[in-house]
């Protein structure tokens, strides 16, 4: 009996073997809190790779589309509106239309006096079926002869180039 090796282990001691101590649990604020946080960081993260991305697209879409506006307001000819036009927008509009509707503008309009700044817009769309598209919007306000007016280029990145979607001018004389 004098033995240490024969002795049965005092129950608090067995208890503590076959139990581990219970740990503790994170709560569910803090748990919502570390969640919070992890998804705030990637959206950071996300935000900043994006404004880098549409810093580069404005780059290269840009001086398309300030080209493509002041030339065609200048001189009321829609031809590089017609080369750089998308498939969809040359099926929708024949090059006769285009004629009539840039001489329905240079009359009702006058010669441009002066050109504004250009502002810029992008949308990214993801489909399974095109990829990644790109989409642009260009806004100008422009003072005619007879009257201001805003102008709108619409374009689409297709590969390293940009295609017109779309072309609209905006001015009280047009609707009368």
Sequence with gaps: ????????????????????????????????????????????????????????????????????????VATWNPELIEKHSDPDLASAITADEWRRMFANYSQKLGPVNRL?????????????????????????PVMFEKVKAGISLFVRQQGDSWNVTGFEVTSNLLIR
């Design 116 to 140: 504004g700044e250009i502002g810029s817009s992008y949308w990214v769309n993801y489909s399974f079926t095109s990829g990644t598209v790109v989409s642009g919007r260009f806004d100008a």
């Design 1 to 72: 009996m004098g033995n240490s090796e024969d002795r049965q282990p005092e129950p608090e001691q067995q208890d503590a073997e076959v139990h581990p101590p219970p740990r503790r649990r994170e709560s569910r604020l803090r748990k919502a809190l570390k969640t919070a946080f992890l998804i705030a960081v990637l959206v950071c993260l996300g935000l900043g790779l994006a404004e880098k991305s549409f810093r580069n697209l404005d780059a290269k879409a840009r001086p398309f589309a300030a080209s493509l506006i002041q030339h065609t």
